[in-house]
Structures are given as structure tokens and as C-alpha cells.
Antibody, heavy 123, light 107 residues
């Protein structure tokens, strides 16, 4: 069974960098698939942040691209999110998820999700 | 960006009711449309992928249809555990986007 678990500080000061890790078990990241980050501000909808492929291809939401970095540590089977220069608008529950598709050209979808971690931006 | 618009934003229904939720894309997305269910304090759960394919383990009372710009999620007979918020998501564009959500509440 594939499981994902987010971890990181629950409180970040404005203008600082938000850093989160996503530990994956039950599947090796280096075996394939995309892996992504999605966030959800309190009481609001879902926003895709970015995704990476195990071989290194990474793509980001243009609205966040200048501040986001997603990286992977295959030795620990985990990947991470860094979001710089945070403001209160970045307060959200952050989820990591596996992004898969059926066949070579089918739609991508998120089939396994972490439980999510709330990050509050406040001084 | 491809905008995803869900309607209604909320609805009240009774156990046993047939419920239909609509998702409209701002441009044609073929069948690159997925549906998720989210309960309070929980991560979203995949229900339907590729517009009409039922994810393994999801009850058959859930079904999806549509292609192009207009899609529907139908719950044939609403059960107590189905009260939740439902989101559509497109993956036609590399900029993945979600609809605003439809909250299904108890009447």
C-alpha cells in the first residue's frame, strides 16, 4: 500500500521560507510516476503547486514558479517543497500526492495523498 | 489557464436522493477530467478519472460522464457517508487546475 506523509514546521514567519518533506512508503519514487504538491487555504479550494518526475523533469504552477522549488532525495524515498518569501496568503494545508496516468496519453490524476499538514504564516 | 467551474457550489439532499454535480471547463479538455471527494479534515479521495472511469474500491453508485467542456458526477442513491465536498480537476493542460468545489449537505 502506497503511503505518503508530510512533515515540517507548522508555523513560518512572513518573508521566510516554507520547507516541507513528503516521505513515501510502499513504492519507490525512482521507479516512476510524477509526484506533486497541492495546497488548500483554510475553508477554500485546492491549488496545485507543482510536480516532478522521478527522472528529474519538474513543472510548477506559473503563479508560484518564482518562489517554488521541488526536489527529491531518492536515497530516503522522499521529496520536498520549498516556498520562499511567504506571506499570510500562503497559509494552507499542504498535501503531497502521487500523480499517475493510465496508458501513455491518458489524463493525469492524483491517486494517493498524504494526510496533509497545516502551515500557518504569522509573526 | 483552463478555468474549471462547478455548479452548484452547495446543495442539500436526503439519503437516497439522486445527486448530480456539474463541472464546466473554459475550453475543451477531451476526457482529461477527474473527480475527488473530500471530507472535513481529510485529504481528497479520487473517485473518477478520465471523466468516467471508476477508481478501484469506489462504490458503483458514483458515476461520471462528459467530454469536451461539460462533465457531470452523479451519485445514484446518496448515502450518509457521501456528505462531503466534491472537486473536479483537469489535466489537459500542464497547469493542473481544480474546480471550486460542491458541498453536499444533509437536508
Amino acid at each position: 500500500q502506497v503511503q505518503l506523509q508530510e512533515s515540517g514546521p507548522g508555523l513560518v514567519k512572513p518573508s521566510e521560507t516554507l520547507s516541507l518533506n513528503c516521505a513515501v512508503s510502499g513504492y519507490s519514487i525512482s521507479s516512476g510516476y510524477y509526484w506533486g504538491w497541492i495546497r488548500q487555504p483554510p475553508g477554500k479550494g485546492l491549488e496545485w503547486i507543482g510536480s516532478f518526475y522521478h527522472s528529474g523533469n519538474t513543472y510548477y504552477n506559473p503563479s508560484l514558479k518564482s518562489r517554488v522549488t521541488i526536489s527529491v532525495d531518492t536515497s530516503k524515498n522522499q521529496f520536498s517543497l520549498k516556498l520562499t518569501s511567504v506571506t499570510a496568503a500562503d497559509t494552507a494545508v499542504y498535501y503531497c500526492a502521487r500523480q499517475v496516468r493510465t496508458g501513455s496519453y491518458g489524463p493525469y490524476f492524483f491517486d494517493y495523498w498524504g494526510h496533509g499538514t497545516l502551515v500557518t504564516v504569522s509573526s | 489557464d483552463i478555468q474549471m467551474t462547478q455548479s452548484p457550489s452547495s446543495l442539500s439532499a436526503s439519503v437516497g436522493d439522486r445527486v448530480t454535480i456539474t463541472c464546466r471547463a473554459s475550453q475543451s479538455i477531451s476526457n482529461y477530467l477527474n473527480w475527488y471527494q473530500q471530507k472535513p479534515g481529510k485529504a481528497p479521495k479520487l473517485l473518477i478519472f478520465a471523466a468516467s472511469s471508476l477508481q478501484s474500491g469506489v462504490p458503483s453508485r458514483f458515476s461520471g460522464s462528459g467530454s469536451g467542456t461539460d462533465f457531470t458526477l452523479t451519485i445514484s442513491s446518496l448515502q450518509p457517508e457521501d456528505f462531503a465536498t466534491y472537486y473536479c480537476q483537469q489535466s489537459y493542460s500542464t497547469l493542473l487546475t481544480f474546480g471550486g468545489g460542491t458541498k453536499v449537505e444533509i437536508k
